[in-house]
């Protein structure tokens, strides 16, 4: 058995058939639609030992070639440990070629949950050997990730949701209901880790958990979850449109801005932004200053930099990130018919360069 931490991996044993249940049944389909529809065989499951991980990891047995399971042990709660352990054994009795546990250290700004989140995904991601990362967030993740960004207000990219596979990390189950892994663990004779994270109201999600979702339920009549999940889809689908659009349009904004005859480091073209729609627009110079090293893209910073296109007043530089130095910041200005970026210092004012 892993040690935590070792980074060691567990022999594998003969995988027993899960039982025909529906629970079973659902949760297998889910997986064997995933696989076929991305073509792997061979995969990582991120397991924690509850019981999404622990439905996925059994139905991702029964579906791919091979399985290998990855045990992030964050080491914020007493015993640990045995819980990273518990969750090795399980892989390996259930067929998983390996079962590697690592133990990490959650550092960082953001909030506990937001610094776990790095650890984890750092630590998924440096041992998937290559492999796609199976995850198991099911519908229910879905609705509240959709709940959470319409309370953010952020637009709709924050309210899409979870992508089935953002390479290299895939959610076969996002169709499939926390009710229905817990009933496959109980079919399986399992009993589930239940982090006490999942309980405490002090985090939103939780709150959003055990709250906001079941009133809305109980207010709309039922079907809540699932109708918050197609419209995560739905506007997953109309985004990657308009991403696209927005791609092609960047790119004739380069092309128009390096024409010119003063295109030494120009940005896009202020007329060729101008002329397209808000929403094929504001997506541009987003993937635009994300290239440029901005960290700080809010709606309001984007919409922003969209009057310095169509509604040019005369206005200053856009804050749209920290600066490599302290006490500096990466800005977005108007000059000769393009934007630009530039690092200044917090106090500094920066001149417009236009002729415009």
Known sequence: MDRPGSGLSVSAQPAPLPPETPAVHRVRVAVRSWVAAHGVREVTVALSGGADSAALTVAAVAEADAVHAVIVDHRLQDGSG?????????????????????????????????????????????????????????????AESVLLGLGRGSGPRSIRGMAEFDDPWGRPLLGVRRTQTRQMCADLGYRPYEDPHNADPRFTRVRLRAEVLPLLEDVLGGGVAESLARTAVQLREDGDVLDADAAALLEEALDAAASGTDSHGAG????????????????????WLLTRGATALTDRSLRAVDELLVRWRGQGPVAVGRGPEAGTRLVVIRRR????????????????????
Do not use: K
Request: with cysteine.
């Open 82 to 142: 045995e819980v990273a352990a518990r969750a090795a054994e399980f892989a390996r009795d259930r067929g998983c070629v390996s079962a590697t546990v690592v133990a990490v250290d959650v550092t960082g700004g953001g909030g506990p949950e937001a610094a776990a989140r790095t650890a984890r995904y750092r630590a998924l991601d440096e041992n998937r050997a290559g492999r796609p990362v199976l995850l198991g967030h099911t519908l229910d993740d879905q």
């Open 268 to 287: 896009p073209d202020i007329a060729v932004l101008s002329a397209a729609p808000p929403a094929v627009r504001r997506r541009a110079v987003r993937a």
């Open 337 to 356: 018919g393009t934007l630009s970026t530039e690092f200044v210092a917090r106090a500094a004012r920066t001149t417009e360069g236009s002729d415009d």
